[in-house]
């Protein structure tokens, strides 16, 4: 059993990993309140305290007393690399515009490479902006597949989106590029809507009945840059559009697929101020030394 570490003091958060089996519960109750529909993966109290114990990490990040957020990782190997797999991070939403995700993600990599491992991997909704801007656009994590119904349809999830799509990424904790985004933060406003200006649209929308974006059609890629388009509030398409889900779902899906098989990577991910509206895209460049061949 492994000793728990020092407490990380950020903000006025503090964290650590868990440790007593009341902030176990705790961390239970967390994420099944904050996952809503998607409860059922949510790990159980005596799990959370079995993946401590025996190569995982438990952490959380604490307001005073008061569990504001928490990130749940375990060993995993592909036949050639070990890493750490982020199974969830789940913040309440109090302290979501606080920056507790990104708080919590920092002190995960900071355990993991005293661990001495280089990588974490996770897994995300590719419609999530709020998950997309944390993981790719702060973190510099690299979408690495596209997972189509990866859990399956999940016990709570119903209405026209059950579908569990899921996007890989991969971080590697110690290249100089995360370490350098990590300090100096992303890419400014102004660079990143001057790139989404210059790339080809891989997913069209247009303004539906609700005033909402609805996909109406799919592109591969025609340059040397590209922008996937998703919601930019998922939420507000599931309470006011939700007839509208599976042909995000699909779109989306089927962008990503021609942009993997041209050998695009998705590289950030930019909220772009549109004529008094806010949109949300994934940005795409051929990856390194990679031969892609845009269409057109």
């Known amino acids: 059993m492994r000793g728990v570490s020092e407490a990380r003091h950020d903000a006025g958060f503090r964290l650590r990993r868990l440790a007593k089996p009341e902030e176990f519960r705790q961390a239970e109750e967390l994420q099944r309140a904050v996952l809503g529909e998607e409860a059922g993966l949510a790990l159980p109290a005596a799990a959370q305290r079995a993946l401590q114990d025996h190569g995982g990490l438990v952490v959380g990040a604490f307001a005073e007393v008061h569990l504001a957020g928490c990130a749940l990782s375990t060993i995993g190997w592909d036949g050639t690399t070990l890493y750490h797999y982020s199974h969830l991070v789940v913040v ?6 606080h920056h507790v995700g990104l708080r919590l993600k920092a002190f995960q990599r900071e355990e993991v490479l005293a661990l001495g491992l280089g990588e974490i991997r996770w897994a995300f909704d590719p419609l999530h902006g709020r998950a997309a801007g944390l993981s790719v656009g702060r973190l510099g994590a690299r979408p690495d597949r596209y997972l189509p ?42 660079a990143r809507l001057a790139r989404w200006r210059g790339s080809s649209p891989l997913v069209e929308t247009d303004l539906g009945e609700t005033g ?23 939420g507000t398409v599931r309470s006011h559009a939700p007839g509208t889900l599976r042909r995000w779902r699909h779109a989306v899906r089927d962008a990503f697929r021609a942009a993997f098989d041209l050998g695009f990577v998705a590289d950030d991910f930019a909220i772009v101020p549109v004529e008094h509206e806010k949109r949300a895209f994934y ?5 390194p030394g990679a031969a892609a061949t845009p269409a057109g």
Do not use: C, M
Request: charged share 25%.
């Open 149 to 190: 119904h990866y859990f399956g349809r999940l016990a709570e999830a119903g209405g026209p989106d059950p579908e569990s799509d899921r996007l890989l990424v991969r971080w590697e904790l110690a290249s100089p590029a995360i370490e350098q985004r990590l300090a100096e933060g992303p890419p400014d406003t102004a």
């Open 92 to 97: 309440r939403p109090e302290y979501q515009a």
């Open 283 to 287: 940005l795409f460049a051929p990856a």
């Open 212 to 234: 909402l974006r609805v996909p109406t059609g799919v592109s591969e890629p025609s340059g040397r840059s590209a922008a996937l388009e998703i919601p930019y509030d998922l």
